[in-house]
């Protein structure tokens, strides 16, 4: 079956600008988490949708704001983007009730601020 | 606080040795579930073991092992016969079986296989 497809792979925007980045989870997962990964932090959680609600969420000023749609696809979102969101998104999926099983993850998209 | 740590930023072996990943961990937790992700140049994270804290027994995985130290917060990875397709950035990460369902990650070690 079908991997998590995360769009675009690549992306470039300019300083204050803002970003949509798109996930498809696995056919069947409901739970999507969208982590931050770059060279000085590693890899953060950024939040967690289930059944187009948020049910937790790391520590990210306001300008990360993510939804899941009803057919459990999901999108983030950051405005006012700054150089400092240069970074690999990462999108993951699992059924709800096997998260303890672990996530199966997309190949990303890397956004590049300029 | 919930971390993780992985002392090893990078390792370098030759095709066929066996090496082991180190990984320790942080929570006041009970129940958890750890994990070892690899991530190779795609980019994309692949799950290659999982553990549950509840359980004594190791988990293996084919060429993959760990060696899960509860008492003392330890989780190794073990790859043995190692191949060139190995080479990739490993993180050591875990979940709390309650709560917020969020992986806590380490901060990676790149290992190398050379021919």
């Known amino acids: 079956k079908a991997g998590v497809t995360q769009t675009p792979r690549y992306l470039i925007k300019t300083r204050g600008q803002q970003v949509t980045l798109s996930c498809s989870p696995i056919s069947g997962h409901r739970s999507v988490s969208w982590y931050q990964q770059t060279p000085g932090q590693g890899l953060q959680f950024l939040f967690e949708?289930?059944?187009?609600?948020?049910?937790n969420k790391g520590n990210f000023p306001g300008r990360f704001s993510g939804r899941q749609f009803s057919n459990s696809r999901s999108e983030m979102n950051v405005s006012t983007l700054e150089l400092g969101d240069s970074a690999l998104y990462l999108c993951?999926?699992?059924?709800?009730?096997?998260?303890?099983?672990?996530?199966?993850f997309g190949s990303g998209t890397r956004l590049t601020v300029v | 606080a919930q971390t993780v740590t992985q002392s090893q930023p990078e390792m370098s072996v030759q095709e066929a040795e066996t090496v082991t990943l180190s990984c320790t961990y942080d929570?006041?937790?009970?129940?958890?579930?750890l994990f070892w992700y690899k991530q190779p140049p795609s980019r994309q994270m692949i799950l290659v073991i999982r553990q549950e804290a509840y359980k004594q027994q190791n988990a293996t995985e084919n060429r993959f092992s760990v060696n899960f130290q509860k008492a003392a917060k330890s989780f190794s990875l073990k790859i043995s016969d190692s191949q060139l397709g190995d080479t990739a950035m490993y993180f050591c990460?875990?979940?709390?079986?309650?709560?917020?369902?969020?992986?806590?990650f380490g901060q990676g070690t790149r290992l190398t296989i050379n021919p």
């Open positions: 929570t006041s937790e009970n129940n958890y579930y």
């Open positions: 990460a875990f979940i709390h079986s309650q709560g917020a369902q969020k992986l806590v």
């Open positions: 993951a999926s699992s059924l709800p009730s096997q998260t303890n099983y672990g996530y199966t």
């Open positions: 949708y289930f059944s187009e609600t948020q049910r």
